[in-house]
């Protein structure tokens, strides 16, 4: 076998081993597949589904019918016992007229449905949420990687100039010692981040279940996303009025109120309409073949419960207060996380600016530094100093970036507008930064009005 043989074949081995490149939109994707959570939800959406045809079919007739064979003897004083076998069959119907408990099950079933496809809404946007959140992680863990890298390399570099210029007695003990301390530190981070990034690639591949040999990543030059309307209100009341959580604590409060009159219900009187036909050889009781037909319209009032009834309407009152409650609560804090993430957007956004402008003058500071240090009007602190400087700005940068996307995905989440389309308009910076073409304009979003009170 030739040296191009083995190396296709150690491709080949490479490749089935190494998944391939992902962007963040099938990143998202694969998770949304792989997602425990979300399939249970799905799950439960069909389960939830079948509550309005179960409601439905309490208030439709109920046909019911049988076959059976019997064996009957009759003995009676002063006549002959007479003995016979009896075949037959009879159907029986049952119409509710007036049930308000089973009217309102049924009114209930709609909120019911409605509320395992809220749950499968907020379980995808979770799910989408959670791979963003993943993807950046790594995504920041590798920049951190490299950061640290060109840190520690920086500083081998100045402490091998260090021992160089001792030799020509140039460079003090305490230079050294500061010099090696710093080389520690590096190191120290060094280890930290490959830590680290390994760390966020397993939490990559067990929510997506799959490895991926690199992602796509964000171009140094593209700008930080925007948002319009710029009015932290109007995130606030779009927040407060569409947030998942809102949404599904909406709905049980009207499944509450529903439980409520479903309780008063019980004093209420029910009526229905029963009818049976039973034909010729099935008459229980004859000893000749006998045909009986009966229908009945049966109303029944209740009087005395024992006090169970009063009991069970007190008890759903309490929940329905609860249920209020938990929706106030709700909508304070969907209202609360939409200004928060609005904030963070905002301030991420103008700390990337800043930092980028920092990165590029402690970058020139440190060279300068280095330059001073060569010619001797700067000493090793000096050129410590400024490399510990910059180095922690391009760390506060990696940061700050990813934190100002993950905000404005947590922003639209907070208003239950994240959706792959979102995610698809983050994922174009992107793919913009993987092909190299020229960064794209600052993101978007679509206009939000304000909820109405």
Known sequence: MNKRKVLVALMIVAGARCAHAADLLTVVEQTADHDAELAASRA???????????????????????????YNRIATEDFPTTSYWQNGWTVSLTQPVFDWSRWTTYQQADFVEARGATEVARAQQASILKAARAYFDELAAEDELARANDYAAALDTHLAQLHRRQQAGDATVIDLREAESGVLQAHLQQQDAENTLQ?????????????FAALSRLADSVAMPR???????????????????????????????????????????TANITASHTPAGAGSGYSRPTTTTTAMLSVSIPFFEGGETEARVDETVALEDKAQDELTLAVRQAGASARENWTRLRSGAARVEALVRLVRTSNAALAATQIGYKVGSRESTDVLRAADTFYASRRDLIRARYETVLALLQLKAATAALTFDEVASVNALLVSAASGAPPQQPLRTPQVAPARP
């Open 44 to 70: 439960g959406a069909r389960a939830a589904h079948q509550a309005v045809p179960k409601a439905r079919a309490q208030l439709l007739p109920r046909v019911e019918g049988g076959w059976g064979r019997a």
């Open 199 to 211: 760390l966020s690639r397993l939490a990559l591949e067990q929510m997506t279940g799959q490895p």
């Open 227 to 269: 948002v319009e309307p710029d009015d932290i209100d109007a995130w606030a009341n779009q927040a407060q009025a569409h947030d998942y959580q809102v949404q599904l604590k909406q709905i049980d409060w009207r499944i509450a109120k529903l439980e409520v009159e479903k309780a008063r219900a019980a004093h209420l009187p």
